[in-house]
């Protein structure tokens, strides 16, 4: 069985995020015997239909193969194309190794034709496997699992094991469906690998009801002496990853994840969702789950996601966006989080190498998240030398008022936690607003040249509260003076006005109207004093696509009062 296992750092604090990622990626099918191709040089199209014959020749819908094992007996050319009758089931599995496909010019496609998706049903093992080799499309097909399968095998499992260090490159997954496997989707280079794949396009595909996680990359343990990164090109869009429980037994990792991304550079994740994952994830497991999350990798992009009640089944994690072990140079933005048992967006390196840096989280929304561990918040960012971290422009709505969980920790979650170990942190333009719990919870007085707060908006209803180290200041005014912080060249910033947020009062269930988040009080929620962008780049467009002016508002939304969700 594959296993790739990412070292742990120093606990900050309790019930901090995930540091170590030991995804089990499942047992792969083994090497098959080919018989050989027919005569010529194709590419060949197969077909398969459970009214065939395996004595068919299988190049035509007329005269099809029966099974799914013979067909899996060819050995696929760049070019071929194996085409399974949509609606119908066939047992078995595909693999396609080293010597087969290999060709981006000319991919091997596996696929569904006529009318509806094929399903593959693999017999307590993996759907298809790719082993050594790209070039490979796969179209248009639900994989579904057995007991077996649950426990140690994957939907589509994509490995790379050349000990040469070459790259694989051109795969694509497109309107597929994996459930009742170990990982739905799993892409990884394997021990003593240096390498795996590029040109990766996943579009349009659902990833549910699995054991560990949804939607898996991962690659060799990170070197931060001299990074490397095995995937690259990554371009996911439109998955949805929901129902992935997490697995009760295995208290010596996190389970439960919607979609992880390891080792990988120049990676974008984009319309796609996460939720109501990792219910049964291990009680006792010193790390959890997440919605949506990236560790050891580089210039990641994570927009316009939602990732919403995630849970966990201990007290780590379990919450919505992630940035965790050495992550650099990546950006998240315009995504929504809300209802999770963790924090909506988090920010930690438990590990101190310094490599993670130089990352920003902009435009977002967070909604009531921390239900159930009260010791994170909306945005929660800390960890060990962590730097160069730039948090702007986001909307955090944080009711705790009579929350259970909040009333037997005697603590209330804050919109904003900030924990030692950072350097270099902005927070500027974001609207903070609570119910009366905390505003922000800073774990020490920071310094404005370790982090600088500045133009945000801090809403706490009539019980106005901010913890800043031991201290606790019940007006802006009087932690602005104690702090120095909220200041311009000795001029004070930040507002202590009401944005007018229908979200502090609106329901949080069923399809939420994201418009519960924009301010109806727009004039109060101005910049104010100084450059507007305090020097950042706030880039192009607000949470709603709306285009960003000169003359900024605090907050995700730049302008109207679009809703949906």
């Not at 049903?121 to 790719?130: E, K, L, Q, Y």
């Not at 994989?143 to 939907?155: E, F, I, N, W």
């Not at 006005?497 to 329901?507: E, G, I, N, R, Y």
Request: proline letters at 6%.
């Amino acid at each position: 069985m594959n296993a790739v296992k990412r070292n742990s750092g120093t606990r900050i604090v309790a019930g901090a995020s995930a540091v170590v990622l030991l995804m089990l990626v499942g047992c792969d099918v083994p090497g098959v015997y080919r018989p050989p191709r027919p005569a010529g040089d194709g590419p060949y199209t197969f077909y398969v239909s459970p009214d065939g014959d395996d004595g068919n020749d299988g190049l035509s819908p007329e005269k099809p193969w029966r099974t799914l094992d013979h067909a899996n007996g060819v050995r696929f050319r760049p070019g071929d194309r194996l085409r399974l009758r949509g609606g119908e089931r066939f047992a078995g599995s595909v693999t396609l190794e080293g010597d087969e496909a290999g060709s981006p010019a000319k991919p091997v496609v596996i696929d569904s034709y006529g009318t509806g998706r094929a399903t593959i049903a693999p017999r307590g093992t993996s759907g298809i496997t790719v082993r050594d080799t790209s070039g490979v499309e796969i179209r248009n097909l639900a994989l579904v699992g057995d007991a077996g399968a649950l426990r140690k095998g994957v939907g589509i499992a994509f490995r790379n094991g050349l000990p040469d260090g070459r790259r694989l490159d051109h795969v694509r997954i497109a309107g597929v469906e994996a459930r009742g496997f170990q990982n739905g989707i799993s892409v990884g280079a394997e021990k003593g690998a240096a390498a795996g794949y590029g040109d990766v396009r996943i579009d349009d595909v659902s990833v549910h009801h699995n054991l560990e996680g949804g939607l898996v990359f991962y690659g060799p343990e990170f070197r931060a002496d001299r990074p490397a990164y095995a995937h690259t090109g990554l371009r996911i869009d439109r998955v949805e990853a929901y129902s992935n429980t997490g697995d009760p037994e295995s208290g010596d990792r996190n389970t439960g994840s919607g979609i992880v991304l390891g080792s990988v550079r120049d990676a974008k994740v984009m319309r796609s969702v996460a939720h109501d994952n990792g219910a049964k994830s291990a009680a006792g497991a010193e790390e959890g789950p997440e919605g949506i999350w990236v560790y050891d990798s580089t210039e990641v992009v994570l927009e316009n996601n939602r990732s919403y009640r995630n849970r966990t089944g201990s007290r780590v994690d379990g919450g919505g966006f992630g940035l965790d072990n050495n992550v650099s140079s990546s950006v998240v933005q315009y995504n929504l989080a809300y209802g999770n048992d963790g924090p909506g967006f988090l920010v930690y390196s438990g590990q101190p190498t310094g490599a993670h840096r130089d990352n920003v989280v902009r435009f977002n929304l967070s909604w009531d998240d921390a239900r159930k561990l009260p010791e994170y918040g909306g945005i929660v960012a800390y960890g060990s030398h962590l730097s160069n971290l730039g948090i702007y422009q986001n909307t955090v709505v944080m009711r705790t008022a009579g929350l259970a969980s909040a009333e037997a920790a005697g603590t209330r979650p804050p919109a904003l936690r900030l924990r030692d170990g950072m350097r270099g942190v902005r927070v500027h333009n974001n609207i903070f607003a609570t119910d009366g719990g905390p505003l922000v919870d800073a774990q020490s007085p920071y310094a404005p040249g370790t982090l600088r707060l500045q133009g945000n908006v801090y809403h706490g209803g009539d019980d106005w509260s901010l913890k800043w180290g031991d201290r606790s200041f019940t007006t802006l005014s009087g932690w602005r003076a104690a702090s120095r912080q909220e200041t311009l060249a000795g001029e004070p910033t930040g507002s202590g006005a009401d944005p007018c947020l229908p979200a502090l009062t609106a329901p949080l269930t069923g399809v939420i109207d994201v418009g519960n988040l924009v301010p109806r009080c727009a004039g109060r929620v101005s910049v104010g004093a100084g450059s507007p962008s305090w020097g950042v780049d706030v880039g192009p467009v607000d949470y709603f696509g709306h285009k960003v002016r000169r003359s900024l508002r605090a907050g995700a939304v730049q302008e109207g009062t679009t809703s949906g969700t």
